[in-house]
């Protein structure tokens, strides 16, 4: 007996520690499961036996390499007609369908293939004809190597919450309800390879006004996008080519991602009252709750961010040579990255509280870039570069960085600090380059940290770069010939060498049910200690 | 251990913000102020009264060591190798924690590593995991065990 009720007692507590857990959490879990689990806990007691009967979680992947359509077939529609009855109103909490070929289906040559392709998406049709009797909150339809035409009553289901469709085409216009009554439930809309039109797309997002998170990316046969009126907009990931225009209008966007392909004309953000042409050159952002923002451009030569909360700014021009004149109205600003071949001009910095700063310089070099690589980290408090060096594409390596050049803008004060200095190089740098690299870095600014990728191709440039920063005599007898000016040699007093690991990817993220694992890499860092009187 | 940016600037005596919070068990924290700003609980309080961070923030349903884990994974941006050395408990209690705290993407994470551990495990291994006490007769179960019985193929041994 007295077993039993300290049994009882351990039960109470521990079900007390869960109990402190509200079911969508418990159901995040059970969601995450495949089918089968989730089905399994079902029987470890009646809490979870009702919160499993309280929803219904329809999981199918197909993979065309390791089984045949007409084993998967019957697997789901044994489920999907073992259901309750609509008429009984259960709710299917999710239906994902992860169609899988393989990649000889892309062609449309094979008669067989054409016979056989028809035949399940015959069926795929049947399928969704019948989840959409019911009740379902998240839709899934994932299709690898072919595309699926996308039935267009898929849109008269009201209860969405979120849809992600891959791999599709939605090229029938899509109806819906009655326009009075939109399917107004929808939170998260996902389209990723998606074939359609622009006024299909503004016709679904005109009728999913409750909208908080939508990501488009590779939509084909897009020309414009026009976002507004979506009032609860938070997160917004937009990766299209557009050739026209891209309106985003929404008050309470605190994500944005954009990468702009194409040749976008016409951008306009919230605040504007009319609608503005800036032409081909100009973006403009003034939302006013935007927390993050993430650019990707090209065709781009003015950028003017008036964000009052904003706090990551990630800008992006790589592979393009275009000026680019930033101009930056965001006091709470906290990390600033650019990545890119030209350095931008950046205005309104100079009231930031000190954002942690990268920039990723990718240069093949250009006279007078030592001085504007100067005045950039002058700007900011300490920032980190990642300098990455091509030699011989555009200019030659005497070009770049050449201290003869700091002499000539009369710069008398000791260069400013660095957090941390990267190196990459391409390989066919000749190593009569390295002196011109490390001088001309090395006069333009002072690193504390100096970092080299530890890589097979780096060998011959580390080796210089131990050789170089540890042979220093104690009075330097160079730069005698110039009164106003020291090279590096003079200010540094001491290195020390050590090898570091770090994760490949800077933040690795975590996707739903899938962790990515982080690989290390490893470099060879020059710690330096400076003396700057 | 690998440096951080964040230490290397405080090994500068730049001021990193900090706000010290309060355990359940009493311990004062000061955490780095990027980290408190994902607890939603705690950023919404700091940022509306834009007080002194000295103040310990209470935190009644979070034990000190379990704050420890959470600073460690958000700090590790999210490190599946570290989290796999945590134990079962430990797991639970970051997961309440998570949920308390009102952090997301910790939320999706831990979420995430409880179903991978749960996958094809037994009923008894679940039951055991979240302390779940078997509430059905012996005739309820197999009838439910015969409706699931599909299900129990193929399970890991626990």
């Known amino acids: 007996m007295s077993e039993e009720k300290e049994a009882d007692i351990t039960g109470n507590s521990d079900s007390d520690m869960m109990t402190q857990l509200p079911d969508p959490i418990l159901e995040n879990i059970l969601f995450l499961l495949p089918t089968a689990d989730a089905a399994g806990m079902s029987t470890v007691s009646k809490y979870w036996l009702n919160l499993w009967n309280s929803f219904i979680i329809l999981h199918f992947s197909f993979h065309e390499s390791t089984q045949k359509f007409e084993n998967f077939l019957p697997l789901v529609e044994d489920s999907l007609f073992s259901l309750p009855s609509p008429a009984k109103n259960p709710i299917i909490h999710s239906f994902t369908l992860n169609m899988h070929f393989g990649k000889e289906r892309r062609s449309p040559f094979d008669m067989d293939g054409v016979r056989y392709i028809s035949e399940v998406t015959a069926n795929v049709n049947d399928w969704i004809g019948l989840v959409l009797k019911y009740c379902v909150k998240h839709l899934k ?44 439930c929808l939170r998260e809309l996902v389209l990723l390879k998606v074939e359609t039109s622009s006024n299909r797309i503004h016709k679904i997002l005109s009728h999913s006004r409750l909208l908080e998170k939508i990501v488009l990316k590779d939509i084909s046969k897009m020309n414009s996008l ?20 891209l309106e985003i209008e929404a008050p309470n966007l605190c994500t944005l991602i954009l990468h702009l392909k194409g040749s976008v004309q016409t951008y306009v953000s919230d605040h504007d009252s009319g609608y503005g042409n800036y032409g081909l050159k100009k973006i403009v952002f003034e ?8 650019l990707r451009f090209n065709s781009c030569a ?38 890119g071949n030209v350095i931008p001009s950046f205005h309104g910095m100079e009231s930031l509280v000190k954002p ?15 001085v504007a690589v100067r005045s950039c980290i002058e700007m900011f408090n300490h920032p980190t570069v990642h300098l990455s060096y091509f030699y011989g594409e555009i200019f030659k390596a005497q070009e770049i960085l050449w201290p003869g050049q700091v002499q000539q803008a009369e710069v008398t004060s000791p260069p400013p600090k660095i957090k941390c200095l990267i190196w990459s190089i391409s390989p066919s740098t000749p190593p009569l380059a390295y002196q011109f690299l490390l001088d001309g870095s090395l006069c333009s600014c002072h690193p504390e940290i100096l970092r080299v990728e530890a890589h097979p191709l780096n060998w011959e440039f580390i080796r210089f770069l131990s050789h170089e920063l540890h042979n220093i005599e104690e009075n330097p007898s160079c730069c005698k010939d110039e009164p106003k000016f020291r090279c590096w040699r003079h200010y540094l007093k001491s290195v020390n060498v050590e090898i570091q690991s770090h994760p490949e990817s800077e933040k690795p993220k975590t996707s739903r049910g899938k962790v990515l694992t982080k690989i290390l890499k490893y470099s060879v860092q020059f710690n330096m200690n400076w003396s700057r009187d | 251990m690998q440096k951080t940016e964040g230490e290397e600037s405080k090994a500068e005596n730049e001021e990193v913000k900090q706000v010290t919070l309060m355990t359940s068990d009493g311990v004062k924290m000061k955490v780095e102020i990027s980290i408190v700003y994902e607890m939603e609980i705690v950023r919404s309080f700091i940022e509306v009264n834009d007080a002194d961070h000295s103040v310990p923030f209470p935190l009644p ?71 779940i006490v078997n509430d059905f007769t012996p005739e309820e179960e197999a009838e439910i065990r015969k409706t699931n019985e599909w299900v129990f193929q193929d399970l890991d041994e626990d």
């Not at chain 1, 938070?234 to 557009?242: C, F, G, K, P, Q």
């Not at chain 2, 700090?75 to 705290?101: G, I, P, R, W």
């Open chain 1, 141 to 184: 339809l994932i299709f690898t190597n072919i595309q699926y035409n996308l039935p267009s009553e898929i849109f008269m289901a009201k209860s969405f919450l979120s849809m992600h469709i891959q791999g599709c085409s939605i090229m029938g216009y899509p109806f819906f309800s009655g326009d009075n009554a939109p399917f107004n």
């Open chain 1, 287 to 294: 939302h006013a709750k935007l927390e993050t923002v993430e």
């Open chain 2, 61 to 131: 349903n979070v034990s000190s060591h379990t704050l420890d884990l959470i600073i460690e994974l958000v700090k590790n941006e999210y490190d599946d190798e570290f989290m796999k050395t945590f134990s079962h408990d430990e797991l639970k209690e970051v997961l309440v924690a998570a949920n308390y705290l009102n952090m997301k993407t910790l939320l999706d994470f831990i979420a995430t590593a409880i179903a991978n551990l749960l996958e094809k495990k037994s009923v008894e291994f679940i039951r055991n995991f979240f302390n």
């Open chain 1, 356 to 370: 942690t700063v990268t920039l990723k310089l990718g240069i093949g070099g250009r006279p007078g870039l030592d």
């Open chain 1, 226 to 245: 026009i976002i507004y009126d979506l009032p609860r907009l938070s997160y917004a990931e937009i990766d299209v080519a557009l050739e026209e225009s």
């Open chain 1, 302 to 339: 003015r950028l003017q961010i008036a964000c009052s909360n904003l706090r990551t700014l990630f800008l992006s021009n790589k592979g393009f040579d275009n000026r680019l004149d930033v101009e930056v109205d965001a006091p709470k600003l906290k990390q600033l990255h650019y990545e």
